[in-house]
Every structure is written in structure tokens, then in C-alpha cells.
């Protein structure tokens, strides 16, 4: 994949240009926006604004269409929760869940941003499924009005994670980690297979290893390797601590 301006500055100077314009007042012409339409068609990304607060959306690229099949005005509140296929939607909903959180927190001390990065399976408009990036910008700002606003990028990384059968989660503040993706920035936070993170959503519901290997059909023996390697990913001491991290990062 070749890459242009993939260190996202031009993301920001066109947030910097939102922030002092507000949405009517960046025209389709605008040379930062048509910079960005451009770059991100090539980088097989879209990007959005929306008001946390308000829960309105204040931009979307005409991107959407080409990767989601649907046209920028037909773009609602949750849209692309409904692509998230099922076995991840859960996921997906809990990290939607953990952003409204964090921008409400934003919004009551008045100050500060959050960043929050996580990857998705979703289904195509042709019904063939891809991995999705999910770049999520928190920050609470006066101006055009005061209110939380998030900045989402949303990154085709289906290349990417070609061979990789876990996920990425990310939620800090440390902004460096709000770029073009790439394989550290993919293994930064928490890494687990799909089944170990489905196994560990059955643990959180209480279920029994031997329940738990009959529910997937596997052996008790291989559900005992996977909590395992879950412990030795998540450096904890146990299955409990690695549960209640998950849920206090907005995963459980």
C-alpha cells in the first residue's frame, strides 16, 4: 500500500480550521478538505466529526459511500455499528460505549482529549468481510461552540492483520498512537485471538471452563491452554485481575 501524509497533520490542521469555522463555514472547495478527500480515497480511510454532547454529526468524507455503500446524508448516529458483524459487535459496542463515557467526563472538567483505537471486522457492501481501524480523537473545545467533539478515522487495515488472528485496543492520551497505522501501533495494548476474547466474555458471565469447552466444543484441555496464554499476554496473575481491567477500559 503506498502511503501519502500518512502522519495525519493534515487531519489536524483541518480540525484546527473546523474548530474556528465551524462546519458551514468549510466549503466543498476548501484546499485543506480537498487535500483530505484525496489522501484518505488513497489510503483507503474516511474520516468524521460529530458532537459527542449533542449527539450530532457535524462532517462526514464522501468516502463512506465507496467503503460503506451509503451516501454522506444518509449517515445516522450508531450507522457503523450496524456494519460490525456479529461475533465483534459486542466489542465494537462496548468501546462506543466507554467513548460517550469519556466524553462526558471531558465535558464536566472542561478541558483535556482521549484517544481511543480499536479494530473491527465489518461487512462490505458486497457482503465480503474486512478489518476495520477505528481512530477515535476526543477533545473538549470552546470553539465553534463548547462541547466534546470526536474526530474518528476510519482505516481499511485488512492487509494489515492478514495473518493476524487478534485484535488492537487502545484508550489513553498519549497522541502519538493518533496516526496512519502500522504494525507497532497495531500491537500496542491489548492482544488476543477472537476466541480468547470470546473466552473470556464467557468466563465474565460466570461460565465454568468445562461449560465453557462444551459451549465451543472444545476440550477442557484446550480451553485450560487458552486462559493460559491470555495470562501470559496480559501479564496479570489472574483470569479475575485480566476481567476487571477489560471492564474499567470499556471492553467488558
Request: charged share 25%; proline share 2%.
Amino acid at each position: 500500500m503506498t502511503l501519502e501524509n500518512s502522519d495525519y497533520s493534515l487531519f489536524t490542521d483541518f480540525f484546527e480550521a473546523f474548530s474556528h469555522a465551524g462546519v458551514e463555514g468549510i466549503g466543498s472547495e476548501d484546499s485543506i478538505l480537498m487535500e483530505l478527500e484525496r489522501v484518505t480515497e488513497q489510503n483507503k480511510q474516511i474520516f468524521y466529526i460529530s458532537d459527542v454532547i449533542l449527539f450530532d454529526i457535524l462532517f462526514i468524507s464522501k468516502g463512506v459511500q465507496s467503503m460503506f455503500g451509503i451516501k454522506q446524508e444518509k449517515v445516522s448516529q450508531g450507522f457503523f455499528l450496524t456494519t460490525t458483524i456479529p461475533e465483534d459487535f459486542k466489542r465494537h459496542q462496548l468501546a462506543r460505549s466507554h467513548l460517550i463515557s469519556l466524553a462526558q467526563k471531558l465535558y464536566v472538567q472542561k478541558s483535556g482529549t482521549r484517544i481511543i483505537s480499536t479494530n473491527v471486522r465489518a461487512r462490505k457492501p458486497d457482503g465480503c468481510c474486512y478489518n476495520l481501524l477505528y481512530q477515535a480523537y476526543l477533545t473538549y473545545s470552546k470553539l465553534p461552540h463548547e462541547s466534546v467533539f470526536l474526530f474518528l478515522v476510519i482505516t481499511d487495515i485488512s492487509k494489515y492483520l492478514k495473518n493476524n488472528k487478534g485484535f488492537h485496543y487502545y484508550t489513553g492520551e498519549d497522541r502519538s498512537l493518533f496516526r496512519f497505522p502500522d504494525d507497532e501501533l497495531l500491537k500496542t495494548g491489548i492482544i488476543y485471538t477472537h476466541t480468547e476474547f470470546e473466552i473470556l466474555q464467557l468466563i465474565e458471565q460466570g461460565l465454568s471452563s468445562k461449560e465453557i469447552a462444551n459451549k465451543l466444543f472444545r476440550s477442557p484441555y484446550t480451553i485450560s491452554t487458552h486462559r493460559t496464554n491470555i495470562l501470559k499476554k496480559s501479564g496479570k496473575s489472574s483470569i479475575t485481575d485480566v476481567i476487571r481491567y477489560l471492564k474499567e477500559s470499556g471492553m467488558l
